[in-house]
């Protein structure tokens, strides 16, 4: 089992970066795959970024202006966040994959953070 604990998010304006933070607890970490999701209000939860054993992965909205990194000494996962936009704003939440695969159905993750806003004002 894993617990998770997002932080990092908060208020930046469009063209700005933010790094979230995800530390995560438990000895099997390194064998989970690791994700982000966001859900913006009145929408469904959404694939972001994803890394596991087989690398990583990225929704078409994030491509080319988030990284996906884990450290597993440190048990951490971060997604560094460029170039914002106001359709960037959500709670943005970390989940564990037990599968090691890593992919986008949020159905796939086991575990979950609680989240931490993203707000990008325009």
């Known amino acids: 089992q894993v617990q998770l604990a997002e932080s990092g998010g908060g208020l930046v304006q469009a063209g700005g970066s933010l790094t979230l933070s995800c530390a995560a607890s438990g000895r099997t970490f390194s064998s989970y795959a690791m994700g982000w999701f966001r859900q913006a209000p009145g929408k469904e939860r959404e694939f972001v970024a994803s890394i596991s054993w087989r690398g990583r992965d990225y929704a078409d909205a994030a491509r080319g202006r988030f990284t996906i990194f884990r450290d597993n000494a440190e048990n951490t996962v971060t997604l560094q966040l460029n170039n914002l936009n106001s359709e960037d704003t959500a709670v943005y939440y970390c989940?564990?994959?037990?599968?090691?695969?890593?992919?986008?159905?949020?159905?796939?993750?086991?575990?979950w953070g609680q989240g931490t806003q993203v707000t990008v004002s325009s």
């Open positions: 989940a564990a994959d037990p599968s090691g695969l890593g992919r986008t159905g949020p159905m796939e993750y086991g575990y």
